[in-house]
């Protein structure tokens, strides 16, 4: 079964936004920011996850995806270890959803790799 979901990571210049198929919930989804935090790649966050994460596809927003269970957006500021994340689980029924973690990125990173 497939547990779609967005991951949009905002900086001063601009918004990315990747797609994912699968694998969205938190307890797996961690491994995705984990890939890109641990990357050797220079750039941005978003440049890092994408490259480390071979299954996300560049999107235009999180709307543009009404089929998401989990919704992701990461602000990264000028120092990427300060970045913080918002994740939110959406309902099936509304475009709304309930935020479930609000902190730094390693934090949920910590959180979640058990």
């Known amino acids: ?3 779609r979901a967005t991951y949009q990571f905002k900086t001063d210049m601009a918004d990315t936004t ?10 797996y989804a961690f491994n995705y920011f984990k890939n890109a935090v641990e990357s050797n790649r220079k750039g941005t966050l978003a ?6 994460n071979d299954n996300s596809e560049i999107t235009e ?8 269970e989990y919704q992701y957006t ?8 300060d ?3 918002i994740a939110i689980k959406k309902r099936w029924d ?8 609000s902190g730094l990125l390693s934090d949920f990173i910590k959180k979640y790799d058990k």
């Open 1 to 3: 079964m497939s547990t």
């Open 18 to 27: 990747f797609y994912v198929h699968h694998d969205g919930y938190p307890e």
């Open 47 to 52: 440049d890092k996850f994408h490259a480390a």
């Open 61 to 68: 927003s999180h709307a543009v995806h009404g089929d998401t």
């Open 74 to 81: 990461v602000t990264e500021p000028f120092n990427c270890k």
């Open 83 to 85: 970045a913080t994340i």
């Open 94 to 101: 509304a475009e709304t959803g309930e935020t479930f973690f």
